[in-house]
């Protein structure tokens, strides 16, 4: 396929039958997986679905990640980012710090009560994703999915 300045080439070929429905089906699952997911930890532990990963991404993290590190973690902006970890440091959950690296960036950490309420929502979670996802893939080998996700999702 040839692209330039962002924009499809007009001589790439149209989308095929296959394609177009596959194109649909993973829209489909791009919006409601994460909408259902959102539903099921809202009601158990009053979790946005990215309020999860950013708690998860930060356990990974124990002296805490930049800003824009954990935007690239999680696949948000930095904007939106920062919109998450404001609202996690409203609730106790997450704290800001001047980065200990260089000091002009600023870290978000996990704090216990943060530590806590990800232990309580990762039965949630882990139940949520089974029922939703991978119980859907029983018998599928999984690792042709995670290398496909994986390319789709770089940038």
């Known amino acids: ?30 919006v409601r997986v994460p909408r259902a997911f959102e539903q099921d930890l ?39 980012v920062t919109r998450v970890v404001t609202a996690l440091e409203r609730r106790g959950l997450v704290v800001r710090r001047p980065s200990t690296a ?5 870290e978000a950490v996990l704090t216990d009560p943060g530590r806590a309420l990800l232990a309580e929502a990762r039965p949630a979670q882990v139940a949520s994703a089974r029922r939703r996802v991978l119980d859907r893939l029983d018998g599928i080998d999984l690792q042709p999915c995670l ?6 999702g770089r940038d």
């Open 1 to 30: 396929m040839k692209y330039f300045d962002g924009m499809v080439d007009a001589h790439v070929p149209p989308l095929t039958a296959q394609e177009e429905q596959l194109l649909r089906a993973l829209a489909r699952a791009v």
């Open 42 to 80: 809202g009601r158990a532990v009053g979790l946005r679905t990215t309020e999860y990963f950013t708690l998860l991404h930060l356990t990974e993290a124990p002296d805490g990640l930049r800003m824009g590190e954990l935007a690239v973690e999680s696949g948000l902006s930095l904007a939106g």
């Open 102 to 106: 260089d000091g002009r960036g600023s």
């Open 147 to 152: 290398d496909l996700l994986t390319r789709i």
